[in-house]
């Protein structure tokens, strides 16, 4: 049976909808009907989506729960999603022990799909998993 859907009242303030929420079902007021079967996605958006997924390996971890609740606060104040800052934090990782570890030449070959090399004057750039590019800082080490 096919539930009626209520109509959303009509709000004097932020707060009072805050109130009403707070205590009601959103889904008694926007509820849509999800059809059988396939949901259309776009093709190009399909294709990264997979393409990205390919590029990732499932890890499991054991962390305390403090550093998960820990990086969970941090991430909802960056906006992102703790895991995403987590995958971050073990990437800067990275590279700071490769840039102590390998001369500059060892660092480019090690790193030659994600550095774009540019004029020693502006110095290297990497590319994050997103595209964007940011400097790169390397300190070398006797």
Do not use: C
């Not at 959303?8 to 007021?29: C, G, I, K, L």
């Not at 090690?110 to 590019?133: F, H, I």
């Amino acid at each position: 049976m096919k539930k009626k859907r209520k109509e959303v009242p009509s709000f004097a303030s932020e707060e009072e909808e805050a109130r009403f929420w707070a205590t009601h079902d959103t889904t008694d007021y926007y509820s849509e009907e999800v059809p059988d079967g396939e949901i259309e996605v776009d093709p190009e958006f399909r294709a990264e989506v997979l393409r990205r997924a390919r590029r990732k390996q499932l890890l499991s971890l054991r962390l305390e729960k403090r550093q998960i609740a820990q990086a969970k606060r941090i991430s909802r104040k960056k906006g992102i999603a703790y895991q995403t800052l987590m995958r971050s934090w073990i990437e800067e990782g990275i590279r700071s022990e490769l840039a102590k570890e390998f001369s500059v030449q060892a660092f480019r070959e090690v790193t030659s799909d994600a550095v774009e090399w540019a004029p020693v004057e502006e110095g290297p750039t990497l590319r994050n998993p997103y595209g964007k590019t940011e400097p790169l800082e390397i300190a070398l080490h006797d």
